[in-house]
């Protein structure tokens, strides 16, 4: 996780979490019934050009959608069966620009400013016993985790790819599950070494 966020600071990341978050699910509302190819066509540009801003380590991590390639062509093949392509460009372009959008928060927020954003919305949660602050610490490590998967996936596939000269496809499935499941544990073992997730509110 720590890999994907730019040490380097740039302007996304003078802006607090919580506006972020917030920009990033009001503008998911907005596109969402729009179903305009030149529309979604215009917000990929903008997204490209907000990562341009971002500098150079920015427009490398674009390469963590090369995992999402045969999704993207099979969600496209359906949407070309059924006899509309258009819509399925328009769908397409919509999801590459919310996964892109979503990754520049994540590369651009600490996990701790994260789990600040997140916790006051929880609240509630503490009525019932459960712990804010650990379901946000849930929550945050989901969302810097989602690129960090893509990340993985792709470095297995050029490792397939370099062995073999072809693409790992489902061959793949079987090592991803197994260093998921790896990460998973040097995740918890992390977490245990400081303490476990935090059962409170911060004082």
Known sequence: ?????????????????????????????VISPIESLPV??????????????????ALRQLALLRAMWPLFAILLAFH????????GLVVLT?????????????????MDAMMDAV?????????????PRAVALMVAM?????PLLFALWEALNESYRARTGK???WRLL????IQTLRLSHHTAEALAARGGAPRGDRR
Request: charged content about 10%.
């Open 1 to 29: 996780m720590i890999s994907l966020y730019l040490p380097e600071r740039t302007w996304l990341h003078a802006i607090p979490a919580g506006w972020k978050l917030a920009a990033l699910a009001l503008i998911s509302l």
């Open 40 to 57: 979604m066509g215009a917000l990929i540009l903008a997204v490209l050009a907000l990562y341009a801003s971002l500098g150079s380590a």
């Open 80 to 87: 070309w069966w059924n006899g509309d392509l258009i819509f």
């Open 94 to 110: 919509r999801l590459l620009a919310m996964i892109l959008l979503a990754n520049a928060v994540t590369m651009t927020t600490r």
């Open 119 to 131: 916790e006051p919305i929880l609240r509630p949660l503490g009525w019932v016993g459960l712990s």
């Open 142 to 146: 989901m969302i810097r985790f989602i």
């Open 167 to 169: 693409r790992g496809g």
């Open 174 to 177: 079987a090592p991803f599950c």
